[in-house]
């Protein structure tokens, strides 16, 4: 009985181990000269980090002094690319973050509506007249 309850243990920490090498994240550092939306928020021009588990498909945006969001990704194998990017639409001035690509696989962002008016917001007040005196 001892022996079996050993065995169990000691199956349950070797499963333990196993699931937790399989849990790493691939870290990205770039440095985005201007500001633009992703994840229903606009960030600002900045040093960042991007944390990709592709176990459960998700990336972790942050930068120093700055909160950082999860969102979901889909992933989109592209044989031959070893590099890391990021890549970005353009909407006048204004960016959307529309995928992170690491080793071939990229990690396409969904565009929400949010993601769109804000862009579209952020347009159309840059484009009204000052009202200076």
Do not use: C
């Not at 309850?5 to 699931?19: E, K, Q, T």
């Amino acid at each position: 009985m001892t022996n079996q309850i050993r065995s169990r243990i000691a199956l349950g920490l070797l499963l333990a181990a196993v699931s937790a090498s399989a849990q790493t994240a691939n870290v990205i550092r770039v440095k985005v000269p201007f500001p633009f939306v992703t994840a229903g928020k606009s960030w600002p021009a900045a040093d960042y980090r991007v944390k990709i588990r592709a176990e459960n498909g998700t990336l972790t945006l942050s930068a120093p002094g700055m909160r950082s969001a999860t969102m979901l990704a889909a992933t989109d194998r592209r044989p031959g690319e070893g590099r890391a990017y990021l890549q970005f639409q353009r909407s006048g001035d204004r960016w959307l973050l529309q995928e992170v690509t690491l080793d071939g696989t990229a990690h396409v962002l969904p565009t929400g509506k949010l993601d769109k008016e804000l862009v579209k917001e952020r347009l159309s007040v840059e484009a009204q007249p000052s009202m200076e005196a």
